[in-house]
């Protein structure tokens, strides 16, 4: 069967397009994009679609503007009208504390469903591949993403943007067609799609997994892209599963939908961990929108400080967002402000100010528990595997230029730690006092390793594991609580 064949009976069996529908083609000129459009307008008299061919410039690159070119032939010498525009994302990413990479998601989305509108499309049709998915669902694993991350991509969906118009849908015709089918479809039908240099780069963490962590598996498990499109695919249906039960807990547990949410504390403290994980992870997903792939740790963090703070007391979340217990509410908002600096650890000349005192304390073999650790619901307080230092042992600075963090939850993979504190919301002004505990790096580099963004994250490589012989207790405390 050729690639034309299964699409088309893709389209038919999943239901993607309705006879008649108005359909927007994201289309970036590379191999996917431009097998997309050259396989919706072989099969548009199949449905009666009438297609709309959509370019967005993201302002980054400066090969763009001859990419929108590119597209804008391709779409006419088809017959079909084309939109473009274009954004200035940096501006977009710093005005909503975002990374570039989900920024340029963001306003791509958001393009798309302006195009959308303005011709009265029901459906966004975009090109992402059986690669992609494999791509995708492993990416997610590494960030220890719940099964809303290890679903992976869907056939058919609503388009992920904030207050997008009712009933537009995504579809994903080439979902289940390979990157190597689609270049096979480019070569044959003479197709000369634009490459974008950037996709190469293994700086970038998706291109990393791409290029070296994909190949490098496949010596292990040579279908292991099959194993994890199947696991996305039996996942997705666990994953609807869940959401029903979850559609009937919401409403037994909820007290206000927010902003902020409330939760009944009697009803939650009735639910078990996975339950209240669930309902957490979801009141998150209404509050911020724009978050994707809310990660697990701090989640877990927030759910273990429900069960066991007292009323009255706070915790970060991830956002801008806190849990707050109250006598017979959990809240979940955001914290309305910032704490003013003298309720922050921010350093003075490389030393916790005056009211805070820092300890790093070694904790004798018995004196700590795996569960005690990871129950800790105090964001000034961590453990860490002490044998992780380096042999010049640890200190306090602020950030330095160039910095980058590996943040637990994350795969391992490294950030800007510029780019961690826009994706934590903290204050630009306070980002250059934000303390932070470091450790000489190994191998002999000069640039120091961040073990703690103290009262945000800790560093993947230094957790407490089961393995751990040695601990060390990083502690900042303030008032009567440092005596």
């Keep these: 069967m050729t690639l ?8 038919s069996e999943r ?24 396989v919706l307008t072989a099969l548009a ?17 400066p090969e763009a503007a001859a990419e929108a070119a590119f597209v804008q032939r391709e779409a006419e010498a088809r017959g079909w009208p084309f939109h473009t525009e274009t954004v200035d994302t940096r501006a977009w990413a710093a005005e909503r504390r975002q990374s570039l990479e989900e920024a340029a998601r963001a306003v791509r989305y958001a393009f798309l469903a302006r195009v959308a509108a303005a011709v009265a499309a029901p459906v966004v049709a975009v090109a992402h591949t059986a690669d992609d998915q494999a791509e995708t669902v492993l990416m997610h694993f590494l960030r220890g993403s719940g099964l809303g991350g290890l679903k992976g991509m869907l056939l058919k969906s609503h388009i992920p943007i904030p207050a997008s118009q009712d009933g537009l849908w995504l579809v994903r015709p080439l979902l289940t067609t390979t990157r190597r089918e689609v270049e096979a479809y480019c070569a044959e039908h003479s197709l000369r799609p634009v490459q974008d240099p950037s996709n190469q780069d293994t700086a970038l963490f998706r291109n990393r997994l791409r290029h070296v962590l994909l190949p490098e598996l496949e010596t292990y498990q040579p279908r292991i892209r099959d194993v994890l499109r199947r696991t996305a695919e039996v996942l997705a249906g666990e994953h609807a599963l869940l959401q029903n039960a979850l559609d009937e807990l919401w409403p037994r547990t909820i007290r206000a939908a927010g902003p902020p949410v409330e939760f009944d504390r009697a009803r939650w403290a009735a639910l078990g961990v996975p339950e209240q994980r669930a309902l957490l992870r979801r009141a998150v997903q209404r509050l911020l929108p724009d978050e994707r792939n809310v990660d697990f740790t701090p989640l877990e963090h927030a759910v273990r400080f429900s069960r066991r703070a007292a009323p009255g007391r706070s915790c970060d979340l991830l956002g801008g967002l806190r849990l707050k217990v109250t006598a017979d509410a959990i809240v979940v908002g955001a914290w309305g402000h910032r704490p003013a600096r003298a309720d922050l650890p921010l350093l003075v000349g490389g030393q916790p100010p005056a009211g805070w005192r820092f300890t790093a304390e070694p904790l004798a073999a018995g004196a700590w528990s795996l569960a005690e650790i990871e129950a800790n619901a105090d964001p000034w307080r961590v453990e860490v595997d002490a044998d992780r230092l380096g042999e010049g042992g640890w200190r306090l600075r602020a950030r330095r230029p160039g910095d980058r963090f590996q943040p637990l939850g994350m795969g391992g993979r490294h950030v800007k730690l510029s780019d961690f504190y826009i994706n934590a919301r903290v204050d630009e002004a306070l980002r250059d006092r934000w303390p932070l505990v470091v450790t000489p790096s190994p191998a002999g580099r000069a640039e120091d390793e961040i073990v703690w963004v103290a009262g945000l994250r800790l560093g993947e490589r230094f957790k407490v594991t089961g393995a751990t012989r040695r601990v060390v207790r990083f502690w900042f405390r303030r008032g009567d609580d440092a005596a």
């Design 15 to 38: 239901g993607l397009f309705q006879p008649g529908d108005r359909v927007v083609a994201g289309v970036s000129g590379g191999p996917d994009s431009l097998c997309l459009l050259d």
């Design 45 to 61: 008299p199949d449905w009666r679609l009438g297609l709309y061919v959509a370019y967005l410039d993201h302002g980054l690159r």
């Design 4 to 11: 034309l064949d299964r699409v088309r009976t893709l389209i």
